[in-house]
């Protein structure tokens, strides 16, 4: 029976992009609620399937655990964006540094052989 279902889901989102292609004709409004009505029927048919209980119970438990994240204050989420931009520009510079000793290198060594 859950396989019959999921043959159903996949017919629904082929009947509606086959319809947004026969009713190439009409107003694109009209083809793209053809595509959305195959699609809301998919997601309708699927949400009977055991995988779609499931994932049913899987966003409802993610979302009750949203719900309990702690966000940083402002302090610290300023504090935290300060760190990470110094950071930043301490390594850039470090890189700078870095890239400009081998530049120099390569070209002592280039004028040295030719």
Sequence with gaps: MNKLKF???FV???AG???FIYLSESPMVVRVLSILAGFLLAVITA???IQGQEFY???KESTEETKK???PSRKETLQTS???FAFVVAMALFLWFI????MSLVKLMMNQDA
């Design 7 to 9: 043959g159903l889901v």
């Design 12 to 14: 629904f989102i082929v």
């Design 17 to 19: 992009v086959a319809g």
């Design 47 to 49: 949400r009977f399937t």
């Design 57 to 59: 119970v899987f966003c």
């Design 69 to 71: 994240v702690v966000w």
């Design 82 to 84: 300060g760190v990470v």
């Design 99 to 102: 890239d400009s000793a081998l």
